[in-house]
């Protein structure tokens, strides 16, 4: 049986894959926080180049990958899928498990698929320096290699807690060139508002949003960079999953099913969106699950509604499950999972019932991370965690019913950066958090002023 299936580099998909084009109910536009009207292309003008822009509002189904950024993509792409034999077997499954490993990136996940597009473009539009943020330190450590790739200086403002407690990411990222800042920092009038009301802030990604925001908004010379949630990101995301398709061609399977774990949004969509064409335009049965943490569960248990994408509220306001831009989520490992929002896209088809949503707790997303690594050699993040816990759900449930399904999960990083989440666990430090009814209704108050008349 074929482990391990590659493609060589000139079976790289030529195009992203835009779903937009074949949704049914179009997602709803972002509005402007001061007029409640839709946000046009002008509003995002100082934040983001203009072809980033209009693949943001694009509604064509398929967008050329330029040369350049095929030509970056092939240090690591295409990526492998393997079929997990190993998993199967300690399992004891007639199910056919296959993952697709983004691990093999120059930063360790998914996140350089979309940071290389996006230097790119603000490579072709002669801008100078790029500001984001950063968590627990993935977005950051791609966009800072993307950055070196174009000439382009790079400023990260990381959250404080991983600043303070997780050094490596640090320093992969000066490694590749960037100026990395503690946030909340005293560089910006966000950083510094925080810190007069609370100077031991630890900070959160909210906070770190809005102070990359402020400085790209204030100089000409400097954009803003996502690493999730925006149309145009999950959209180069897409690569995956055509990759997918086009070695499930060779082994002669579709999925029944796609997993993937859910932060902002970015990594599910790669996975499964190409597959998901497959059900919004000729009726194929396949379902798409994305996993999100227990104690940040927007999709299972937030609400539907426009929200500020930062804490300062600098952003447009967009369509999404959220648990409200001021919410902070427990401090869990999984630190790419804990954003308060879903992106617009995947939040309009989880309404849609076109895809579904579990939340899982930390400890079970160990405990299956573990098995698999002894199972299959690779030790995967504590985010890719959340969606081998739940292909461990479906198989028993394949089990149960007596079928075998084919199983397709996004191994979307390695956790070789996160030990000090995987000693916490065999520690006996970690615990689940479950959020109370009492702080979500807290959080979600703030929200309700938001929402157009
Ligand atoms: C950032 C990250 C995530 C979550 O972000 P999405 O946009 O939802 O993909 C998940 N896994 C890893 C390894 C990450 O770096």
């Known amino acids: ?258 997993i993937a774990p859910l932060g902002g949004g970015s990594n599910f969509a790669g996975i499964a969106f190409p597959f998901l064409k497959h059900k919004l335009t000729n009726g194929n049965k396949v379902r798409c699950i994305a996993v999100e943490p227990a104690s940040c569960p927007k999709l299972t248990r937030g609400k539907f509604m426009y929200d500020f994408g930062d804490t300062a509220g600098y952003t447009p306001l967009l369509p999404m499950y959220t648990l409200g831009h001021n919410f902070s989520p427990a401090a869990i490992h999984a630190g790419g999972l804990r954003y308060h929002g879903a992106s617009v896209l995947c939040s309009q088809l989880l309404k849609d019932g076109l895809i579904e949503a579990v939340a899982l707790q930390q400890l079970e997303c160990f405990e299956a991370g573990v098995k698999f690594s002894k199972a299959e050699g690779i030790i995967p993040a504590p985010e890719a965690t959340h969606a081998i816990a739940q292909v461990m759900h479906e198989v028993e449930k394949a089990k149960e019913e007596g079928v075998s399904k084919t199983i397709l999960f996004n191994l979307c990083g390695h956790g070789f950066v996160d030990m000090q989440a995987y000693a916490d666990y065999f520690d006996g430090k970690l615990v689940d958090h479950v959020l109370s009814d009492e702080d979500l209704t807290t959080a979600l108050a703030e929200v309700d002023a938001l929402q157009p008349a």
Request: aromatic share 8%; net charge negative.
């Open 1 to 258: 049986m074929q482990r391990k299936i590659l493609l060589n580099e000139n079976e790289m998909p030529h195009h992203w894959y835009n779903i937009v084009s074949d949704m049914e109910n179009k997602p709803l536009p972002p509005l402007h926080p001061g007029t409640k009207q839709p946000a046009g292309p002008a509003d995002l003008a100082p934040l983001f180049p203009m072809e980033l822009i209009m693949q943001e509002v694009s509604g064509e189904r398929y967008i050329e990958i330029p040369d350049e950024v095929r030509d970056i993509y092939k240090i690591w792409r295409p990526t492998p899928l393997y079929r997990a034999i190993g998993l199967e077997k300690m399992l004891g499954t007639d199910c056919k498990i296959y993952y697709k490993y983004e691990g093999t990136s120059p930063s360790g996940s998914h996140k350089p698929n979309t940071a290389v597009a996006q230097a790119y473009y603000n490579k072709q539009e002669g801008v100078k320096k790029i500001a984001t943020e950063t968590g627990a330190g993935q977005w950051g450590t791609a966009l800072s290699f993307a950055c070196a790739q174009f000439g382009i200086e790079c400023d990260v403002y990381m959250v404080k807690v991983s600043y303070e407690q997780k050094p490596y990411r640090k320093i992969m990222m000066n490694n590749f060139g960037a100026n990395v800042y503690a946030s909340p920092s005293t560089r910006t009038n966000a950083g510094r508002a925080i810190l007069e009301k609370d100077p031991q802030s630890t900070g959160s990604l909210g906070i770190a949003i809005s102070e990359a925001v402020e400085i790209a908004a204030s100089d000409p010379d400097t954009k803003y960079a996502l690493g999730s949630v925006l149309n145009h990101v999950l959209l180069h995301q897409t690569i995956i999953g055509q990759e997918c398709e086009k070695q499930l061609e060779y082994t002669g399977d579709f999925p029944d099913i796609v």
